[in-house]
């Protein structure tokens, strides 16, 4: 059986050690107790020693030296785990062991559900406020002439589809933003798109302009007054403005909605432009600007052309950089 032997410590260090207790003050003695008070050879005097050991019982690991300092004996404490034996332990042997936890694909937010709606809310937002009025209301109804009401009706309308587009890009914005990706890699359009855009938004804003200098100065006859010329050009170009608008804070927050921008506009374009045709034909606008507005329409229905062949090319870039990164 094991027991533990205490060698008793010198008299002469023990009285010494008592006197210099009963000496010392309290101040010294809170810096004295963060200090060892036994010295280490003195400690050196406690040894652990067995005497015997029972049969069933294990030889300790751990033994002494001749000057008593314990040592363990053997290196066997811990038994090592192989993969062969315990094959129900993974045992990471290098880099491609490690599981990156950032790659895995975690549980979908609650946020993200709710999202979903927003799928088939925000078209039928764009479709009651832009389309619906512009092919579904009586032309007749809507137009009062060609004077003030009849203008701002024109502008109402247009007013209203601005605000559906609005709402419309808002909630895609919103399922297609992704709200850890920091600013630096967040989608920004080229620079080559955003001088295409503003290029072709500027020439179709300068081409209306241009004509009516050119008609109060008498170089298009017959002459067109101003009031008819903002019937029919006027909602145009207040739309166009607001569109152009609209891209340029698309491109400073970069939304993901940058490259659905013109296209969601230049589509309601093009009916806005059919509509002040007809107009054309009611007033009884001379020929030059019925010619005029069928340009115009012919070329935004070229851009909006242009706007989704580059849909497709970012659509296919895009993929073709998930294949590269996945690589």
Aim: a positive charge; glycine letters at 6%.
């Amino acid at each position: 059986m094991a027991c533990l032997t205490w060698f008793p410590l010198s008299t002469k260090t023990s009285t010494v050690l008592k006197r210099q207790l009963i000496s010392w003050r309290p101040s010294k003695l809170s810096r004295q107790l963060q200090r060892p008070i036994f010295h280490q050879k003195l400690l050196r005097n406690l040894s652990l020693r067995c005497s015997n050991v029972f049969p069933w019982e294990a030889s300790p690991p751990y033994t002494t030296t001749e000057d008593g300092d314990g040592i363990i004996k053997g290196s066997n404490i811990v038994e090592p785990i192989t993969a062969q034996d315990e094959l129900g332990i993974p045992i990471f042997q290098g880099e491609e062991d490690v599981i990156d936890m950032k790659n895995q694909p975690t549980s979908m937010p609650l946020q993200q559900h709710l999202k979903w709606p927003m799928w088939l809310l925000g078209p039928c937002v764009l479709l009651v406020t832009g389309m619906a009025p512009t092919l579904w209301l009586p032309l007749s109804s809507v137009f009062l002439g060609p004077n003030i009401a009849g203008l701002l009706s024109l502008v109402g309308l247009d007013c209203l589809f601005n605000m559906g587009a609005t709402l419309f890009l808002l909630m895609a914005d919103s399922c297609g933003r992704q709200p850890r990706i920091p600013l630096e890699q967040k989608s920004q359009a080229p620079l080559t798109y955003r001088l295409w855009n503003l290029v072709a938004s500027i020439l179709g804003f300068l081409a209306p302009i241009v004509l009516l200098f050119a008609s109060r100065r008498g170089y298009l006859e017959p002459n067109l007054s101003f009031i008819s010329f903002a019937v029919l050009l006027g909602p145009y170009l207040l739309l166009l403005s607001v569109q152009m608008l609209t891209e340029m804070l698309t491109w400073h927050w970069r939304s993901p909605v940058w490259l659905v921008t013109p296209v969601v506009y230049e589509a309601y374009r093009v009916l806005q432009l059919m509509r002040g045709l007809k107009l054309a034909g009611e007033i009884g606008a001379p020929a030059w600007m019925m010619v005029s507005i069928r340009v115009l329409v012919s070329w935004w229905i070229l851009i909006l052309g242009v706007q989704l062949m580059r849909v497709a090319w970012f659509a296919g870039f895009a993929s073709q950089m998930q294949l590269t990164g996945s690589d």
